[in-house]
């Protein structure tokens, strides 16, 4: 078991990594509560899955399960009302505590009810996918989704404890573990150039489930996070470097209409492709390192540019999407790009022109 703090003075907590810890979860949850009634929220899928351990494992408070649809779409009024108005049925007071119990969508919506209940109570992320176990549990971005795009609404609302219980990913479908991959990868890449060697080894272990492998990425993949979050909590700088390969992520999965046909992790995948394609095509970054994140993911089989040609078709509305991230400042594009593996950096009111025929260039060679 590997336990990393996440430092934010009197609102730190840790992230606990390690295997069937939702067996023993009263154990960390139990110090952390205010009172003994706990709202469990999750997805019918985990619920089915995994709801029973975890009730079994609480058996000694009193657990209110709330149990929505799983999906992105529950990333929304609807879906945050939904949660909302249970709570106020079960009369859940400022004192209890949610337990966000699933993957980033519940954890995302989790979170941000627990930000407005009753003007906010505290709230306990237990991630089951490997993306909300190394990135979206961690560092108290909370958020809905509305028709002008994802994560518009939100708040920076921190969790008391994430409890990150690598056994459980065994029951992931491989589609979802290399979408979390994806995320992985991407602390290799803004910043620590060795965890991507590392990975270049030992990629195809963690996707296998090797479990001291897992727990590795797992760990050195929230240590880098809870870092970056330390210092800078509200994304004014540094933190900014998370969303490598995210603007043109967003993009995609604007034009993919947030459909399962494209999930969050291989939108990932394919943008951070574009993001050293882009600084290479630019002379910022060598294009060997362009080339070995390609080889990476094409070695693991992850989501790449080629996989998604028809989203890529319409380079002009693609940008205009690019257009609507949290990340712009007075209309101008932010973008993270590289200088080389292991170098992210952020670079503001990038050159449209410069985008525009990037994404044109790269719809005409794969659309060929
Ligand atoms: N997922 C990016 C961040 O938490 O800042």
Not at 35 to 49: Q, S, W
Not at 111 to 119: D, E, I, L, Q
Not at 199 to 216: F, M, R, Y
């Amino acid at each position: 078991m590997t336990t990393v703090t996440v430092d934010l003075g009197e609102r730190s907590y840790d992230i606990v990594i390690g295997e069937d810890l939702l067996k023993n979860a009263a154990n960390y949850i139990t110090p952390q509560l205010k009172a003994k009634r706990v709202a469990i929220v999750t997805d019918e899928n985990v619920h089915a899955l995994h709801g029973k351990t975890l009730e079994t494992a609480l058996a000694g408070l009193e657990t209110h399960m709330i149990i929505r649809p799983a999906g992105e779409n529950q990333k929304s009024f609807d879906g945050l009302q939904a949660v909302l108005d249970a709570l106020f049925r079960a009369g859940f007071d400022r004192n209890d505590t949610l337990i966000a119990f699933g993957g980033g969508v519940i954890g995302d919506l989790t979170g941000f009810a627990a930000s407005v209940y009753k003007r906010g109570c505290q709230f306990i992320q237990i991630p089951t996918t490997l993306l909300s176990q190394v990135d979206s549990s961690v560092g108290g971005k909370t958020a809905i989704n509305n028709e002008f795009g994802k994560n518009l609404i939100g708040a920076f609302y921190q969790p008391k404890l994430v409890l990150a219980d690598t056994s459980v990913l065994k029951t992931l479908p491989l589609r979802e573990l290399k979408a979390g991959y994806a995320e992985v990868v991407k602390y290799g890449l803004l910043g620590d150039k060795s965890f991507f060697e590392w990975l270049e080894s030992h990629g195809q272990d963690v996707l296998n489930l090797d479990p001291v492998a897992t727990a590795q990425a797992v760990a050195i993949s929230c240590e880098t996070k809870a870092r970056i979050v330390a210092a800078d909590e509200q994304e004014r700088g540094e933190r900014a470097l998370l969303n490598l390969g995210h603007t043109f992520a967003h993009a995609l999965e604007i034009e993919a209409g947030y459909s399962g046909d494209l999930l969050h992790g291989e939108a990932v995948s394919a943008g951070m492709e574009m993001a050293f394609e882009y600084s290479a095509a630019q002379g910022l970054c060598p294009l060997s390192d362009a080339e070995k994140v390609k080889t990476h993911f094409k070695t693991l089989e992850l989501t790449s540019i080629n996989d998604i040609a028809p989203l890529l078709k319409d380079a002009e509305k693609l940008l205009t999407h690019m257009d609507q991230d949290k990340k712009n400042e007075g209309g101008a594009l932010t973008l993270i790009l590289a200088r080389a593996i292991g170098e992210a950096f952020v670079q503001k009111s990038a050159p449209r022109e410069a985008v525009l025929n990037y994404l044109t260039h790269l719809s005409e060679t794969v659309n060929a």
